[in-house]
């Protein structure tokens, strides 16, 4: 996939009106990574069949307007599903065939069960050599990213399928991502992170700036689907146009390897 334009790293399509999606094209987007994510936890396995059929759907959708969509499938984990939870990691082994990423997979509490989804799910990313987007939550991030980085170190997944995912300018967040050469996500998004934080990152980190991938994490709640857009003039101004490209694009494709 050659891009000239912008590649949002993380949103979740289904819950962008058409207006939004005409306002990336407008503004420059090449396209973008959908992930899964329901707000109420599938209460059966057709359920979650169906949403990610409706995820699938969006390449239709989206593709009217020019938008390439790379689709990823995965359970959430705020979306953990009630039953017999083999039933549904069989379900997304189906529909991982049919995708380009794992994700939207991680740890929010990092409970048992949690980290027994996220086991399971990397087990087939591993099996199947596809990239994989880490939710990370908003509290206790320090703590919840150490958990994750022993789940990917027991399962040997390549840290190069790897991306964590809601990073925040920490010195201790930013050494754990270096030190395991993952990827680091950023989210451009209200009480998550801004474009100058990216700046002062790369600044102070430039071994990781081929490894950061922004998203706007734009969907159900409160953001801004052109958030990229916007955070590559201030990136622009302060890294100059070479290096702001890198972090809105061309790092989201070798991530993806496309």
């Not at 499938?73 to 997304?92: A, F, M, N, Q, W």
């Not at 087939?124 to 990917?152: G, Q, W, Y």
Request: with cysteine.
């Amino acid at each position: 996939m050659n891009s000239m334009g912008f590649i949002d790293g993380h949103l979740h399509s289904i819950f962008l009106s058409f207006y939004d999606l005409k306002l990336m094209v407008d503004s420059g987007y090449d396209g973008f990574v959908t992930l899964a994510y329901t707000p109420i936890p599938p209460s059966s396995v057709s359920s979650l069949r169906d949403h990610y059929e409706h995820l699938l759907f969006e390449k239709n959708r989206c593709g009217v307007l020019g938008l390439r969509v790379i689709v990823g499938v995965g359970i959430h984990p705020r979306c953990i599903p009630r039953g017999k939870l083999e039933d549904y990691i069989s379900l997304t082994r189906e529909y991982l065939e049919q995708v380009e990423v794992l994700g939207e997979v991680g740890l929010e509490t990092g409970g048992d069960a949690e980290l027994g989804v996220l086991e399971k799910q990397l087990k087939m990313a591993k099996e199947l050599d596809l990239p994989v987007i880490v939710h990370t939550p908003r509290s206790n991030k320090i703590a919840i990213v150490k958990k994750i980085i022993e789940v990917l170190d027991k399962i040997g997944i390549s840290s190069e399928l790897v991306l964590i995912d809601h990073l925040t300018p920490s010195p201790l967040l930013l050494d754990m991502v270096l030190s395991h050469r993952l990827w680091a996500g950023f989210s451009i998004q209200e009480g998550k992170t801004r474009a100058m934080d990216v700046v002062w990152v790369v600044e102070k980190y430039p071994e990781l700036a081929d490894r950061i991938v922004l998203n706007s994490d734009s969907g159900l709640y409160p953001s801004n689907p052109i958030a990229l857009k916007n955070a590559y003039e201030v990136l622009s101004s302060h890294l100059g146009r070479v290096d702001a490209y890198k972090l809105v694009s061309l790092n989201a494709l070798r991530f993806l390897r496309l």
